[in-house]
Every structure is written in structure tokens, then in C-alpha cells.
């Protein structure tokens, strides 16, 4: 079994910064596609950034230039670096990877953390 914990959030003002983290544990061989995703209140939930085994990524356009994803394969642990943050940018953020757990490769979602923005 693996989990996936990711920590960070909290209220900012905005133009301020967040970095989210997304820890995985657990009986992991490797760990392949990370992203970040997130859902505000009456939306559905969205891909918000994506980095590969290789970290090659991606970003939905309304935060490219503002978001950073990256991972630490050391750690087992993926980031999202969040600057210049806007209060359309308050949502739950979630942590979704897929990991090799030695039997087969499976998606595993974390609980969630709040990130709000306001002043």
C-alpha cells in the first residue's frame, strides 16, 4: 500500500507564495507521472500542473509563469511552488501519482490540502 500526504497549504495574501508538498511512503518501487490538481467551491476538479519520470512538465495556461512542479526522487516527493497567487487560485489542492508498489502500477490520490487566498 502507498500514501500520498500532501502539506503546505494556508491562507495568503494575495501576490504572496505557497510551496505545497506531496510525500509518498509505502512499499514504492518507482513513481512515475506526479501532477497536482485542484477544486474550489461548486467547480469541478482540474489538472493544475504534471511532471513526469523523466520531469518534463506541464501546466494548465492560467498558471503558467506562476507555478513551479518539481520532484525529488531521493524523497519520493513532488512540490508545487505557488507565486503570485490570486484569490481564484483558492481551492483544495490534491496530490495524485502513479506508483509502481511492486506488484502493479496503480493512481493514488492524497487527502487534499486547503490553500486560500485573501486578504
Known amino acids: 500500500q502507498v500514501q500520498l500526504v500532501e502539506s503546505g497549504g494556508g491562507l495568503v495574501q494575495p501576490g504572496g507564495s505557497l510551496r505545497l508538498s506531496c510525500a509518498a511512503s509505502g512499499s514504492i518501487r518507482s513513481i512515475y507521472n506526479i501532477s497536482w490538481y485542484r477544486q474550489a467551491p461548486g467547480k469541478q476538479r482540474e489538472l493544475v500542473a504534471g511532471i513526469t519520470g523523466s520531469s518534463s512538465t506541464k501546466y494548465v495556461d492560467s498558471v503558467k509563469g506562476r507555478f513551479t512542479i518539481s520532484r525529488d526522487n531521493a524523497k519520493n516527493t513532488a512540490y508545487l511552488q505557488m507565486n503570485s497567487l490570486k484569490s481564484e487560485d483558492t481551492a483544495v489542492y490534491y496530490c495524485?501519482?502513479?506508483?509502481?508498489?511492486?506488484?502493479?502500477?496503480?493512481?493514488?490520490w492524497g487527502q487534499g490540502t486547503q490553500v486560500t487566498v485573501s486578504s
Open positions: 495524485r501519482a502513479v506508483v509502481d508498489d511492486s506488484v502493479v502500477a496503480r493512481v493514488y
